[in-house]
C-alpha cells in the first residue's frame, strides 16, 4: 500500500492537468519550440478537463460523492480496512481534481501563455505536492494508530 501511495502523488504531482512537469520546466529553460509544445499540449488538456466538466461534471460530482460516502461508512462505521485506504487514497485525489477544474478553467479565461502559463502549471503543481504531502503524513498518522490498537486491543 505504502508504495502505490507514493507512486500515485509522485505520478500526481508529475502530470499536471495531464502536461508532464518536465515539458513546462524544457519550456522556461530552451523557450521556441519547448514552449510553443506546451502550449498546445496544456490547450489540448485544458479544453478536455473543461469539456468533461460542462458535459458531465453534476454526474460526476454526484457519483464522487456517494462514492466518498459509502466508502466513509464501510470504512470508519463497518470497519473495513480496505475502504479506508481506498478513501485515503481518492478524497485527497478529489480535491486535486476539482482544483484541476479551477486551475483549467483560470488558464482559459486568461488565455495564458508563455510565463503566465508556466506559472499556473507550477502553482497547480505545488498545491498538489501539498495536497500530498498532508495525505501521505495523515495516512501515516492513521496506519500507525490502527496498528497500534490492533497490537493493543489484539483485533
Avoid at 505504502?2 to 500526481?12: D, G, K, N, R, T
Avoid at 492537468?17 to 485544458?46: H, I, K, S, W, Y
Avoid at 485506504?85 to 477544474?101: E, G, Q, R
Wanted: charged share 15%; glycine share 8%; with cysteine.
Amino acid at each position: 500500500f505504502w508504495i502505490a501511495l507514493a507512486v500515485f502523488w509522485s505520478s500526481a504531482s508529475h502530470w499536471v492537468l495531464g502536461v508532464p512537469f518536465d515539458m513546462v520546466l524544457r519550456a522556461r529553460r530552451v523557450g521556441g519550440q519547448a514552449e510553443l509544445d506546451l502550449e498546445m499540449v496544456t490547450r489540448v488538456n485544458v479544453n478536455r478537463l473543461l469539456y468533461i466538466g460542462r458535459v458531465s461534471g453534476v454526474w460526476l460530482l454526484g457519483f464522487t460523492c456517494f462514492t466518498m460516502s459509502a466508502l466513509a461508512v464501510l470504512g470508519f462505521w463497518y470497519r473495513m480496512e480496505f475502504a479506508q485506504a481506498v478513501l485515503f487514497l481518492m478524497f485527497p485525489m478529489s480535491l486535486v481534481s476539482a482544483m484541476s477544474l479551477a486551475t483549467a478553467r483560470r488558464i482559459e479565461q486568461e488565455s495564458a501563455t508563455g510565463e503566465l502559463l508556466r506559472k499556473r502549471l507550477a502553482r497547480h503543481r505545488f498545491f498538489t505536492q501539498v495536497i500530498g504531502m498532508i495525505s501521505i503524513f495523515f495516512t501515516a498518522l492513521w496506519g500507525m494508530y490502527q496498528n497500534l490498537t490492533i497490537g493493543v486491543l489484539g483485533g
